[in-house]
């Protein structure tokens, strides 16, 4: 692929005191993909996510968005890049409303907020945009529940929503699927399938059945490092990658 | 009129709760003394709280003024108080005396016909220290005070009266609580004397830990009336003792007046009066005879000001007679504090420093006839 | 074999808003049982009712026989049920090693106890990061760690809330060889979870709740034998 | 095909905690009882509560824009006084120099106390939580002891004011009545403006971030910023408020800026209610009302307001205003 | 300055640090480890010095007084949690700071309604009365000396206490996350209420050390209670060794200002001058030193999680 990759990750290292959670990891994301990062627990797959984001400062190497030095950008300027996350563990606003987290992540993306006289709750088209997040990860019956009062699994969906509501251009999700039954894991799936072509998408996920039918591309991260990068039916082949992550779950999603 | 009201607003709540309720219950004393009378008229007393805030005094204050249209106030422990309170108290023509509180400001430039210090300028405590260890023959001093404008007043007083040397002069954050650092410096100084003006608590701090340091073999501490009095003594006991310092009266004074005033108040509140006692009950005394002099006329404020002037009162310190800025002019003794006859630890009334002593500010105030 | 746990027409509220309608089921000693059902549908609200973290408004809990709905949590978990909860709750500011220590106790009187040692067997994972705070583990290794924690207390009835979560397949794996030695050692085991082929394999008796109601009860055979029920339930 | 949908009627809109009322059926009748109330108590030949009422009224003013940021921010600021502070002298220093006039000195008041709350703030709001509560602790200590041995503005006597700020207009703020009804006018506009702001966009952000400030940060706002904005405007408010309280009592000194007086802004706002519109405003009324009540009876005032104050935290979970405001607004 | 003078300030520094260290022990266990800001912490240690002070002119010892007071304290302590502390535990630290001010109002009060507004008496023992010669020419007060000594090991053992043992570590969970310590099975209300009774004890501890260095008055515990804030919070939340190192950075830095600054600006700027800037900057030194390092360090020195 000749063109410039959307996110480039080069030589990046983090160390936590003695620990490399990151070592030389380097990364390339290609516009338009979905490239999904496996690899044990404690890998760093969440530690380079942080930094990615702009939440973590690495140690050393670069961090590129298209022909952007993302390195030492801070978070909210990412986010108005296109680059958004969601967490690991959720993270969202609990004593709003499904709708007024929605509208808040919809408030970052149009416009400034430095707006002290007009009444936010007229800006109808806000609204009408964080309604349609909230169909789109199956919560539009939801739209006036706290978010605190959700099931685990309804807030993991709203997780989700609140990165979808900035049109990121790259999402990194990490384990969106993490806490849905088989029922909503498929549906995210559906989603994430319709958002193609609308965001590229770095996946962390351990949910093997939908990275296999998800990803373009794979990268294995082991301590810190990539230690394969390549199409699905690769990686499942990869002997380094089954030791040390899939075991029998290679067959299982195949 | 046929009654009057006395507003005694005083610090009765927090640290310096102890000063404004002597205070009180020396006024109260004198209250009772008089029948609850001042002068002719009855009296009506309404006792509250400044919180040791000058917000809080001021709001209390408009309160005496405006809804309770009292006839005299007195009661202020703490000069800054008295100075964010004064502008209301002059504005509404209320008579004020001062039981306690003797800013330079209202002694000299600010000084005001309706004001009248019935205990000192607050100079003059010092001056009179700076006398003693100036006569006494100590060579080398060290001071200490807090970092605030009394402070500072405090030991330029001192050495108005003290030329010898001055080996330390510190000044401390008011807040401080430890002053091992002060007294390290201290013993390293060589003075033969300290004098210290800290107030309240701070004091009883310093002289606990003077004396914990072993400094007291070393050098003799002075200070004034107010480190030493039976308040400071009941906190600190034992080590105070051999402490000198300055004041316009003691309760061993050998004068009717004060003989009755010792006895009933202990009778009363079963406690040594301090100073504040003392004053309080000074300034009711000399309300009483203002009252009494106008017979009971209290409207014609010109003459109420005339008799207050003239101060025929019965005064437990004695002498007591008014200068031209409304300061006392009065005499200053030397006291140290030792067991009495009956073995309790208080101060002893040595000999006079200052006989018909006034200030160093009343030249500056152009007080309106 | 007698039951270990009863529990009788629960219902349980979150304020005003009723999520337990009357759940009932049992499980014996020994055994190794399920509640399988959406998202939302309230079994980790059932969970928290047996623990008394959610008191109960109506039914009862019987818990080796003596009631326990309205026990102080702390007793409960004493009594010998330990739990792996929903979104792991480790505590932040406990190293690894004091998470696993803090509440150790061998409340079912096994003699073969699980020790420090037994958990850094089992998740070599945390050995390496002993001294770590809780908060500087990732999502997996909390994991890990609050299923250690739940065993280092021994207890007679070990509760899994989606204790899967987050564990790369490897791991997961070995949660599962793990459950299974345990069941092959007499442990009591409730387990929640979403990979329900596993559990098809692993439990002996299944409980599906729909909207705060028990919809279908019964054994593996039965559940491995009929996909409508998955499908209806489920949704796989 | 909603399956998790199991009980519709949840679906109905619970009132938001990111709105914020005005309670016109109310708050239209407070506003005529104020208006009047200057009437009523020359009436009952009670001027002395007019002055009360001003002082409540510039408390509620330092209060409202403390619970700005405190309430809406989840910035808990232990250094608001040294913002009162900061306008207080302000007005007491240009008096000192000559300057009376209250279009100089108030605006003065203002801006200084924004531009002090500016500086601490870009120090400050690097930390968090407690930290953050003492940092502004610190900054306000600082000010506090540099007004403390600044002799040449009083030091910690303070500074006697002998005139009240000049306002033209043919006022005379000297009168008790006049200066209540400027202060009035000027707490109902900062208290429209705040009630404005925290409707709009920005409040919105604001209390976004008071709810979830990492979250906030990933969805791309600039927290430092906005929480910068909120500190700063809130110090400006209280130095004007700082500017009213010096015309108020005459008086400025140190002990305006003293950690207590801090400490008793934040118990305002807390009792009133944190994060309610009107916390501010109600916590300052019911603090120095009972204070007032209390102090003409008994020298042990101290234990009733204590018992007062136990007693809401105990009952009032969020303050005096949940009380009001029932269940359907709780935290 | 000779060496004698820099040795002597240098243990008045680390002694003034463990004055502070010892009141702020207590509060490193209520408000560092169960998460509690506790205001009325300065009145727990106030009632001890009292009690401590009326015991001990009752009975003509210190040390029964020492005794005594801790007891009671302790029992105060329990009263105090179990009749109001308890209700605010789960409560935001906002409801914590309105419900323990209005019982430091109270305190207040009741303190001056048993004992009068007058200070208290409260001397040091006779054999820790006067001082003791460290060196040749190097005399120390003997009970700076016991209080550096009993500092010392109140911070030991509660290091002990709060890291090595078991209930130490429960503590710290149950305060992290309240009901996953439940769950594990441990009685967090009991333990809570045996820590806070530990905590009052460490008060009274801290007053009978204190009462004969500093005025036993009402209002006692206030001031001295903000500089107790700064220690733990410059030595980092939660931990009982940056507690004992920021005690003892704040006592060094404030000593070492108090007798070096006014030095330092009196060659600077004259006598004068100094005599009004030095003092001033010595009041705030620990102030700035606390912004500074919350500047550099947002979570003080010795962060607990960190
Ligand atoms: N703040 C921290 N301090 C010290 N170590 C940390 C910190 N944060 C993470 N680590 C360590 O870094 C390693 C990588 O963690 P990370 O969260 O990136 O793993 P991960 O790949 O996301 O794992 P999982 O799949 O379990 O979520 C882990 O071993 C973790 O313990
Ligand atoms: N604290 C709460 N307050 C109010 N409602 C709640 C609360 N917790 C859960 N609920 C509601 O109770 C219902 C059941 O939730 P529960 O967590 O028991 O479901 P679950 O079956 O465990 O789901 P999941 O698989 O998503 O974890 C849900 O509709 C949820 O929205
Ligand atoms: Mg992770
Ligand atoms: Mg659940």
Redo the contacts between chains.
């Keep these: 692929m000749s063109t410039v990759p959307l996110l480039r990750v080069l030589h990046l290292v983090k160390r936590f005191g003695g620990l490399a959670a990151t070592d030389d990891a380097s990364l390339d994301v290609q516009d338009g993909e979905i490239h999904a990062l496996i690899g044990p627990n404690g890998a760093g797959k969440t530690t380079l996510i942080h930094q990615l984001s702009g939440a973590l400062e690495p140690t050393s190497g670069t961090i590129w968005f298209g022909k952007q030095n993302i390195t030492d950008l801070p978070m909210h300027a990412r986010v108005h890049l296109g680059l958004v996350r969601s967490y690991q563990i959720t993270s969202v606003f609990k004593r709003l409303s499904v709708l007024d987290n929605l509208a808040l992540a919809v408030q970052a993306k149009s416009g400034s907020s430095l707006r002290f006289w007009q009444p936010a709750r007229s800006e109808r088209a806000r609204y009408d945009a964080a309604t349609a997040v909230a169909e789109r990860v199956g919560l539009g019956a939801q739209l006036h529940r706290l978010a605190g009062a959700l099931s685990h699994g309804e807030q993991r969906q709203l997780e989700v929503g609140l990165a979808l509501a900035l049109r990121p251009r790259l999402l990194l999700l990490d384990e969106p699927m993490a806490g849905m039954g088989p029922d909503e894991s498929e549906r995210m799936v559906a989603l994430l399938h319709s958002l193609r072509g609308e965001a590229t998408m770095l996946l962390v996920e351990h949910d093997m059945d939908a990275v296999f039918r998800l990803a373009d591309r794979i990268s294995t991260l082991v301590f810190g490092r990539v230690i394969a990068t390549g199409t699905p039916a690769e990686i499942r082949e990869n002997a380094d990658v089954r030791r040390a992550y899939l075991g029998d779950e290679a067959e299982i999603g195949a | 009129a046929d009654h009057v009201k006395v507003g005694l607003m005083s610090t009765l709540s927090g640290p310096g709760a102890g000063l404004g309720i002597d205070i009180r219950d020396g006024f109260q004393l004198a209250m009772k003394h008089n029948g609850g009378k001042l002068g002719t008229l009855p009296a009506e007393v309404i006792v509250v709280d400044d919180q040791m805030s000058p917000d809080a005094a001021k709001q209390t204050a408009e309160r005496l003024i405006k809804r309770d249209n009292v006839d005299f106030m007195t009661g202020v422990v703490f000069s800054n108080i008295m100075l964010a309170v004064a502008p209301a108290v002059f504005q509404s023509k209320t008579f004020y005396l001062s039981a306690n509180a003797g800013p330079s400001q209202l002694a000299g430039a600010q000084c005001n016909p309706y004001f009248f210090s019935v205990s000192y300028q607050n100079d003059n405590m010092h001056e009179a220290v700076g006398k003693v260890v100036n006569d006494k023959g100590f060579k080398k001093v060290a001071l200490l005070a807090p970092n605030y404008p009394a402070g500072k007043d405090a030991l330029a007083g001192f050495k108005r009266y003290y030329k010898g040397e001055i080996v330390q002069e510190v000044y401390t954050p008011l807040s401080q609580l430890d002053y091992g650092a002060e007294l390290s410096n201290l013993r390293a100084s060589g003075a033969d004397a300290v004098y210290i003006f800290l107030p309240g608590g701070l004091g009883i701090n310093f002289i606990k830990q003077f004396v914990g340091a072993g400094l007291s073999k070393d050098m003799t501490l002075f200070g004034p009336g107010f480190s030493a009095d039976e308040d400071v003594i009941r906190a600190v006991g034992e080590p105070m003792l051999g402490m000198f310092n300055s004041s316009q009266w003691g309760h061993d004074m050998d004068n009717a007046a004060n003989k009755r005033f010792v006895a009933d108040f202990q009778k009363e509140y079963g406690r040594l009066p301090t100073l504040y006692a003392a004053q309080g009950y000074d300034a009711a005394q000399l309300m009483n005879a203002a009252v009494r002099d106008v017979k009971g006329k209290i409207e014609d404020k010109q003459a109420v000001r005339k008799a207050l002037k003239a101060a025929k009162f019965d005064s437990v310190r004695g002498n007591f007679k008014f200068n031209t800025n409304q300061f006392p002019i009065q005499d200053y003794y030397l006291r140290v504090i030792g067991k009495d006859s009956q073995g309790r630890i208080t101060n002893k009334t040595l000999s006079t420093i200052f006989k018909d002593h006034g200030d160093a500010y009343a030249a500056q105030c152009k007080m309106p006839s | 074999m007698t039951a270990l746990l009863e529990v009788d027409s629960m219902e349980t509220a979150?304020g005003s808003?009723?999520v337990l309608f009357g759940v009932s089921f049992a499980i014996a000693e020994g055994e190794v049982a399920t509640l399988l059902?959406?998202?939302?549908?309230g079994k980790?609200t059932t969970v928290r009712s047996l623990?008394?973290?959610t008191r109960a408004r109506g039914g009862t809990v019987r818990f080796q026989g003596e009631r326990i709905e309205a026990l102080?949590?702390?007793r409960i978990?004493?009594m010998g049920l330990?739990?792996v909860?929903?979104?792991r709750?480790i505590?932040?500011?406990?190293s690894v090693s004091?998470?696993l220590?803090?509440?150790?106790?061998n409340?079912n009187a096994s003699s073969e106890p699980w020790t420090l040692d037994r958990v850094y067997a089992l998740f070599p994972?945390l050995a390496e990061?002993s001294r770590n705070?809780g908060?500087?583990?990732?999502?997996?290794?909390q994991?890990?760690l609050a299923i250690g924690?739940a065993l280092m207390?021994n207890p007679h009835l070990l509760v899994l809330d989606?204790a899967t979560?987050?564990?790369?397949?490897?791991?997961?794996?070995e949660i599962w060889r793990c459950l299974a030695t345990l069941r092959a050692q007499g442990q009591t085991i409730l387990v929640i979870d979403?990979y329900?082929q596993r559990l098809v394999r692993l439990a002996d008796r299944h409980t599906i709740i729909e909207?705060?109601q028990v919809v279908w009860q019964g054994d593996s055979e039965q559940l491995g034998a009929d996909p409508s029920l998955w499908q209806r339930y489920?949704?796989? | 095909m909603r399956k998790t949908d199991m009980n519709p009627s949840k679906s109905a809109p619970e009132s938001s905690i990111l709105d914020h009322g005005l309670h016109l059926r109310w708050s239209v009748p407070l506003l005529v009882l104020l208006a009047l109330l200057p009437a009523i108590a020359h009436g009952l030949g009670e001027d002395f509560y007019i002055g009360v009422a001003s002082r409540v009224l510039i408390f509620a003013l330092a209060a409202t824009s403390l619970n700005l940021i405190l309430g809406f921010g989840g910035m808990v600021s232990f250094g608001h006084a040294a913002f009162v502070g900061i306008g207080a002298y302000t007005v007491g220093i240009l008096m000192q120099s000559g300057i009376a006039s209250a279009w100089i000195a108030w605006p003065a008041a203002f801006v200084l106390g924004g531009l002090f709350a500016c500086v601490i703030g870009l120090i400050s709001l690097r930390t968090q939580g407690v930290y953050f509560i003492m940092i502004t602790l610190a900054f306000a200590q600082m000010l506090y002891y540099l007004m403390v041995s600044l002799k040449n503005y009083g030091g910690e006597d303070g500074m006697s004011l002998f005139t009240r700020s000049d306002l033209g207009m043919g006022l005379d703020l000297s009168s008790d009545t006049q200066f209540y009804f400027v202060v009035l006018v000027l707490f109902v506009l900062a208290f429209l403006a705040i009630q404005r702001l925290l409707n709009a966009r920005f409040g919105h952000v604001l209390q976004g971030i008071r709810e979830n400030e990492v979250r906030m940060a990933a969805l791309g706002f600039p927290v430092f910023r906005y929480k910068l904005v909120a500190f700063t405007l809130a110090g400006a408010v209280a130095g004007l408020a700082g500017a009213l309280l010096a015309n108020q009592g005459s008086y400025v000194s140190p002990s305006t800026m003293q950690w207590s007086q801090s400490g008793m802004l934040l118990v305002m706002v807390i009792l009133g209610g944190v994060g309610h519109l009107f916390g501010g405003l109600a916590g300052a009324a019911a603090f120095l009302l009972i204070e007032e009540g209390l102090v003409s009876y008994t020298i042990y005032w101290q234990m009733g307001l204590g018992a007062v104050l136990l007693a809401v935290v105990l009952l009032a979970p969020n303050g005096l205003m949940s009380l009001r405001a029932g269940k359907k607004e709780r935290a | 300055m000779t060496g004698i003078l820099i040795l002597e300030q240098m243990l008045n520094g680390l002694q003034f640090g463990l004055m502070l260290f010892l009141l702020a022990a207590g509060l490193t266990l209520v408000f560092g480890i169960m998460d509690m800001i506790n205001l009325a912490h300065g009145s727990l240690y106030m009632v001890g010095a009292y009690l401590i002070a009326t015991i001990a002119a009752a009975s003509g010892s210190f040390w029964l007084g020492l005794a005594g007071g801790i007891v009671a304290t302790a029992a105060i302590g329990v009263l105090l949690e179990v009749t109001v502390l308890r209700r605010l535990y789960q409560r935001d630290h906002l409801a914590q700071v309105l419900g323990t001010f209005a019982i430091l109002l109270m305190a207040n009060e009741g303190v001056r309604m048993v004992w009068g507004s007058q200070p208290l008496q409260l001397n040091p023992p006779a054999v820790l009365a006067g001082p003791v010669e460290l060196l040749p020419g190097f005399v120390y007060p003997a009970f700076r000396l016991f209080i550096i000594g009993v500092g010392l090991a109140v911070a030991l053992l509660l290091y002990l206490l709060v890291t090595h043992t078991r209930v130490g570590m429960q503590v710290r969970a149950g305060a992290s996350n309240r009901e996953m310590a439940l769950a594990m099975g441990t009685n967090v209300r009991r333990l809570f209420t045996a820590l806070f009774a530990l905590g009052a004890a460490l008060c009274a501890v801290a007053g009978g050390m204190l009462g004969p260095l500093l005025a036993v008055q009402v209002g006692m515990g206030e001031s001295i209670l903000i500089l107790a804030f700064v220690v733990i919070v410059i030595g980092g939340i939660g931990s009982i060794r940056g507690a004992l190192l920021g005690a003892l950075l704040v006592g060094v830095v404030d000593t070492a200002g108090r007798t070096l600054i006014p030095l330092l600006f009196g060659q600077l700027m004259g006598p004068a001058a100094a005599s009004n800037a030095g003092p001033a900057v010595a009041s705030i030194l620990i102030y700035v030193l606390m912004a500074a390092v919350l500047f550099w360090k947002p979570q003080g020195l010795f962060p607990a999680h960190g």
């Design positions: 979150y808003s009723q059902g959406r998202n939302g549908m980790t623990l008394g973290l102080a949590p702390d978990a004493r330990a739990v909860p929903e979104g709750q505590f932040p500011n406990l004091e998470n220590r803090a509440f150790g106790a409340r994972r990061r705070m908060n500087q583990l990732s999502g997996g290794e994991q890990m924690r207390t989606e979560e987050g564990l790369a397949p490897l791991i997961r794996e979403k329900v909207r705060g489920i949704g796989v």
